[in-house]
């Protein structure tokens, strides 16, 4: 089974920036692609960034892209999501997931979930 430990979530001022980091552990090879997700209070749970495991292709929703960079270590099995400028509607629970052969990143079903790290940006 595929284990996903996400981290590095906490409280920022607008304008900020902040890492998360998701570590996977158990059988994840490069036939993967690693996905972030964020939910809100009240709000559906919406797709951020993705990135395939092979290739290092990346995806992002349209509402981050130009300030949230998605990369891997392939050494540590872990994905990064460095977030710049944030914004209070950024504020949410950020979750990463693993999806097994993905074909369509941004809205397939992932297969493996961790258990979500706090982002909130106030001043």
């Known amino acids: 089974q595929v284990l996903l430990v996400e981290s590095g979530g906490g409280l920022v001022q607008p304008g900020g920036s902040l890492r998360l980091s998701c570590a996977a552990s158990g059988p994840i090879s490069i036939s993967y692609t690693t996905g972030w997700f964020r939910q809100a209070p009240g709000k559906e749970r919406e797709f951020v960034a993705a990135?395939?495991?092979?290739?290092?292709?990346?995806y992002y929703a349209d509402s981050v892209k130009g300030r949230f960079t998605i990369s891997r270590d392939g050494a540590k099995n872990t994905v990064y999501l460095q977030m710049s400028s944030l914004k209070p509607e950024d504020t949410a629970v950020y979750y990463c997931?693993?999806?097994?052969?993905?074909?369509?990143?941004?809205?397939?079903?992932?297969?493996?979930w961790g258990q979500g790290t706090q982002v909130t940006v106030s001043s």
């Open positions: 990135i395939r495991w092979i290739g290092d292709t990346t």
């Open positions: 997931a693993a999806k097994w052969r993905a074909q369509t990143p941004s809205t397939d079903a992932y297969d493996y």
